[in-house]
C-alpha cells in the first residue's frame, strides 16, 4: 500500500493551487482542512462513512452535514472527489501536506526542539535566532522535553534534523569505537 503522505499529497498540492497566491483563501483552506481532517479522525465517523451501505453522494453530504463551516462550491467538489476516489479519510494526511506548502510559501517553518531541560524565554529566543540563521526561515517553536538526550538540543525543521544532543554525540562516539 502506497504510503498515505504520497496519496495525500497531490490533493493537497490540488487545494494549494486552488487557493493561489491569495494569503485569505489560503488561511480559510487552512482552517477548512484542519475541521475536516478533525471530524473525519473521529471513530463514529470513519464507521459510518465506511457503512457499505451508503453511496457515495449519501457519504459526501453525511461528512459536509457533520461540518460547522458552510462550503464553498470548490469545498463541496473537494469534499465529493475524496469520497469518490475512498480518500477522505486521509484528510488529516492532506491537511498536513497543505500546512505545509502554505507555511513553505510564506517563508515559515514548524521546528520540533526536543531539550533534555526546560528552556527559559531567553534561551529559546537566543536558538530560535541561530536556527532561523541557519535554516533561513521564519520558524515556529514546538519545544519538547525529553530528559534522555542528557544534554544539548535536537531540532527537527521539515526533512532536516540537527542534533547536537549529547545523547547523540555518545552514540557516535560508541559506533566510532565499534568500527
Do not use: C
Not at 460547522?68 to 480518500?87: G, H, I, Y
Amino acid at each position: 500500500m502506497a504510503e498515505l503522505s504520497t496519496i495525500a499529497r497531490p490533493y493537497a498540492e490540488a487545494v494549494f493551487e486552488l487557493a493561489g497566491d491569495n494569503k485569505e483563501a489560503l488561511s480559510q483552506w487552512s482552517d477548512l482542512l484542519d475541521e475536516m481532517a478533525a471530524i473525519a479522525a473521529l471513530p463514529d465517523v470513519a464507521a459510518a462513512l465506511s457503512d457499505p451501505r451508503l453511496n457515495n453522494q449519501q457519504r459526501a453530504e453525511l461528512f459536509v452535514a457533520l461540518l460547522k463551516t458552510p462550503l464553498s462550491t470548490e469545498a463541496s467538489n473537494f469534499v465529493q472527489m475524496l469520497v469518490d476516489n475512498e480518500r477522505l479519510l486521509v484528510l488529516s494526511h492532506i491537511a498536513q501536506q497543505f500546512e505545509y506548502l502554505k507555511n513553505k510559501a510564506e517563508g515559515i517553518a514548524r521546528a520540533d526542539i526536543y531539550t533534555a531541560y526546560p528552556l527559559d524565554d531567553k534561551q529559546l529566543a537566543d536558538l530560535l535566532a541561530v536556527l532561523q540563521g541557519k535554516f533561513g526561515l521564519t520558524l515556529t517553536p514546538v519545544v519538547t522535553v525529553k530528559p534522555e538526550l542528557i544534554g544539548g538540543v535536537r531540532v527537527i525543521v521539515g526533512d532536516q534534523v540537527l542534533d547536537t544532543s549529547v545523547q547523540a554525540q555518545l552514540t557516535r562516539m560508541r559506533d566510532t569505537l565499534a568500527a
